[in-house]
Antibody
């Protein structure tokens, strides 16, 4: 059974860089047919997709965050990471990592739904 | 950018009753839609993908329907463990979530 676990700093100062890691267990991060994603949820609010890294290593980011986001993968450690630069209080949220399934037709595949999710980690931006 | 709008924001239902949740896309997403359940303090859990396919282990009382721009999640007979927030998510054009519907005890 695949499991994901987020880790990283829970408190980040404004203007600094948020760094999180997602450790994957029970399966290989190099398995084809999946991407690996970060999603966040500000306290009391809804879900926002941040970005994902394809199994090929290509990355795709939410246009609203693209200039500040970097997602990378370390296949030797079976984990992937998130860096979000120049953070403000608006970046305070629970950050989740998740596996993303591909949905394939006879002619093409698209990145689809999130399953499973990590338990989430709260990151607070404050001086 | 595709905007997902869920209604109502809050749905008050008695245990054993049917709950019907709606999700509307600002443009067609075909059947590329998923539903999630989130309980307080927990991560979201996948319920439905492909608009109508239940995820592994999801009870049959959960069903999804719709295509294009209009989608529905139906919980046929609400159990105590079903009171939660539900989100829809489109994956036809990038990825985007609705703002959620809270299902509360009436």
């Amino acid at each position: 059974q695949l499991q994901l676990q987020e880790s990283g700093s829970g408190l980040v100062k404004p203007s600094q860089t948020l760094s999180l890691t997602c450790a994957v267990s029970g399966g290989s991060i190099s398995s084809g047919g999946y991407s690996w994603s970060w999603i966040r949820q500000p306290p009391g609010k809804g879900l926002e997709w941040i970005g994902y890294i394809y199994h090929s290593g290509s990355t795709y980011y939410n246009p609203s965050l693209k200039s500040r986001v970097t997602i990378s993968v370390d296949r030797s450690k079976n984990q992937f990471s998130l860096k979000l630069s120049s953070v403000t209080a608006a970046d305070t949220a629970v950050y989740y990592c998740a596996r993303v399934f591909e949905d394939c037709s006879s002619t093409s595949c698209i990145v689809g739904w999130f399953d499973p999710w990590g338990q989430g980690t709260l990151v607070t931006v404050s001086s | 950018e595709i905007v997902m709008t869920q209604s109502p924001a809050t749905l008050s239902v008695s245990p054993g009753e049917r709950a019907t949740l709606s999700c509307r896309a600002s443009q067609s997403v075909s059947s590329n839609l998923a539903w999630y359940q989130q309980k307080p303090g927990q991560a979201p859990r996948l319920l439905i993908y492909g608009a109508s396919t239940r995820a592994t282990g999801i009870p049959a009382r959960f069903s999804g329907s719709g295509s294009g721009t209009e989608f529905t999640l139906t919980i046929s007979s609400l159990q105590s463990e079903d009171f939660a927030v539900y989100y829809c998510q489109q994956y036809n054009n990038w990825l985007a979530f609705g703002q959620g519907t809270k299902v509360e005890i009436k």
